[in-house]
């Protein structure tokens, strides 16, 4: 079983930086995690992706620049460093898994494990 456990949210001005983190447990049968979020009042929508058998990194396109997934094998963890803050970064953060070989892509209805979400809020 695969649960996915977010934290490292809070309250940030904007210009700021956070880095957010997925902690897994049975990561060994993970190959892919990915960030989502989900601003107030809108669909979840993908931030940033790893798959690591090989490893690779995909971004949207928004946040190229800005946005670094990393993963941490001793940890089990998956970060996701956000800089350069912005209000419109506003959102509930979450990770997800899958176990599927290749990368799934980002559509959230691909990943099968989710956590609970840390909230992201940045004030201007």
């Known amino acids: 079983q695969v649960q996915l456990v977010e934290s490292g949210g809070g309250l940030v001005q904007a210009g700021g930086s956070l880095r957010l983190s997925c902690t897994a447990s049975?990561?060994?049968?993970?190959?892919?995690i990915t960030w989502f979020r989900q601003p107030p009042g809108k669909e979840r929508e993908f931030v940033a992706g790893?798959?690591?058998?090989?490893?690779?990194?995909f971004y949207a396109d928004s946040g190229k620049g800005r946005f670094a997934i990393s993963r941490d094998n001793a940890n089990n963890r998956v970060y996701l460093q956000i800089n350069s803050l912005k209000p419109d970064d506003t959102a509930i953060y979450f990770c997800?898994?899958?176990?599927?070989?290749?990368?799934?892509?980002?559509?959230?209805?691909?990943?099968?494990?989710w956590g609970q979400g840390t909230q992201v809020t940045v004030s201007s």
């Open positions: 997800a898994g899958a176990t599927s070989r290749g990368y799934p892509g980002s559509s959230p209805a691909l990943y099968p494990y």
């Open positions: 049975g990561l060994f049968s993970v190959y892919t």
């Open positions: 790893i798959y690591w058998p090989k490893p690779s990194t």
